[in-house]
């Protein structure tokens, strides 16, 4: 289960007829340092695995379909089996093009001399700045040459573009590939969550929790989690991005866990939200019931034509209309809406792509006013809640909330793909109902 070299190729090819005369390079990630010379695992950038498959750091693409020979040319790191020794194996130059389709490869050292005459037919550079600071600037100072040379010239790129609004459409509408190892990486989160439910209980800490999903994300043969696991007990779970995982569960709460694994760099994200003991207090059940109908209506909205905030705005309404009625908030439900005075118990909107990125490539929205159209095959995440933190202050003009609301947070999330007559819930095998996931 991957992505074939035939795959990789034809994504290069759709993306040079984009660029037409124009030249595009590509950036490895860089490495990154967790501590003095230790380094954190590499992770390759999204943009540069989804052309190529090729997993190391140190590596340039460019693409110029206007070439008479090298429209696809990589620069890798040389193989020099001193450092191999140290760090891994290298793909090197050779296997660059063997492997990997390249119709020339270079030393990643020779890029200065060689890139120019990949530029210089070229009308436009096409490129996203990075991180990496230096290798910006080596582009920039590419073109800075070249324009300062176009008057006697008369050709070279006299531009320099963003690849990502050319690209990036590309990467929103999943392949079948794709899609397989999605629905793989989604089948790990959801045995891992399903064993955390089990797991769970009063006295037990959130980090063995925690341990208890990571071990399955790793024995199903998973990267890792794909992003930082979230094990939020009791009021921990009104903080949205909670990853101390420190604190002992106590009965009568709820366990937050916002969890999924990356395989071949393809990512699950998945939330869910369970009474540690086993069963909700009232204020608990009816919260929780209150976001799983926002969930469940937002997905109802998910289908090729209809446009990204059309589910957001389904769940809001939901969780604005049971908040008045429960008393939380007061008022007019419209006039709540509009002024978004629901924004102390729900600050987030409802969902985002998702793929090689946990929030992944493409737009929302073009301009001020249109949405993005969801098309068969875009992946997204549906993820309403409600979080009433211990210390939470109304919006003005809002009524006091009792102390018996405060505390609580729910979430409730599951990854959903676009089909042409409607969705599939990838996450569904997760339980969610109130009957199934009390005990």
């Known amino acids: 289960m991957s992505i074939t070299q035939t795959e990789y190729r034809q994504r290069r090819e759709k993306l040079m007829e984009k660029i037409g005369n124009g030249t595009a390079i590509f950036r490895s990630a860089p490495t990154a340092v967790m501590h003095n010379d230790v380094e954190y695992p590499f992770r390759q950038d999204s943009d540069f695995f989804y052309l190529t498959g090729l997993d190391e ?26 450092k191999e020794a140290w760090t891994g194996y290298r793909v090197g130059v050779e296997a660059a093009k063997e492997k990997f389709g390249a119709d020339e490869a270079y030393q990643i050292s020779e890029l ?4 120019p005459q990949y530029l210089e037919k070229a009308e436009r550079i096409y490129y996203h700045p990075g991180r990496d600071r230096a290798f910006n600037d080596t582009v920039f100072q590419h073109w800075q040459q070249f324009m300062a040379t176009y008057p006697k010239r008369g050709k070279g790129p006299i531009a320099i573009e963003d690849t990502k609004p050319v690209f990036h459409p590309m990467r929103q509408v999943k392949s079948a590939a794709e899609l397989d190892l999605m629905r793989h990486a989604a089948a790990i989160s959801v045995e891992a969550h399903n ?17 208890e999903l990571e071990y399955i994300f790793s024995r199903g043969g998973a990267v890792g989690p794909a992003y930082p696991t979230i094990v939020a007990s009791g009021a921990n779970a009104c903080v949205l991005h909670y990853i101390e995982n420190n604190r002992q569960m106590q009965d ?5 866990i916002d969890a999924g694994c990356s395989y071949q760099y393809y990512n699950a994200d998945i939330t869910r939200t369970f009474p540690v003991g086993g069963k909700f207090t009232p204020e608990q059940k009816a919260i929780y019931e209150l976001v799983l109908e926002a969930q469940l209506k937002a997905i109802e909205q998910i289908q090729p034509g209809k446009t990204y905030n059309e589910f957001h705005d389904t769940a809001v309404r939901v969780l604005v209309e049971g908040l008045v009625e429960l008393g939380i908030m007061a008022g007019k439900v419209d006039e709540l809406i509009e002024q978004e005075k629901y924004k102390p118990f729900y600050m987030h909107r409802t969902g985002h792509w998702i793929g090689l990125d946990v929030h992944d490539a493409g737009l929302y929205k073009h301009g001020e006013e249109h949405w993005q159209t969801f098309q068969t095959n875009h992946v997204l995440t549906v993820e309403p809640g409600i979080y009433i933190s211990p210390h939470v202050e109304p919006a003005e003009g809002q009524p006091e909330v009792a102390q018996r609301w405060r505390g609580i947070g729910v979430r409730i999330e599951d990854d959903v793909l676009v089909t042409p007559s409607g969705y599939e819930v990838l996450t569904a095998a997760v339980p969610k109902l109130v009957e199934e996931v009390e005990r």
């Open 252 to 256: 009568n709460e709820l366990l937050l």
């Open 57 to 82: 750091p140190e590596a340039v693409i460019v693409l110029v379909p206007h070439h008479e020979e090298h429209q696809f040319v990589l620069f890798v790191q040389p193989r020099e089996p001193e």
């Open 195 to 211: 064993r955390a439910q089990e797991f769970a209980q009063p006295g037990r800490y959130e980090y063995e929790v925690q341990a």
């Open 112 to 115: 200065d001399e060689k890139l």
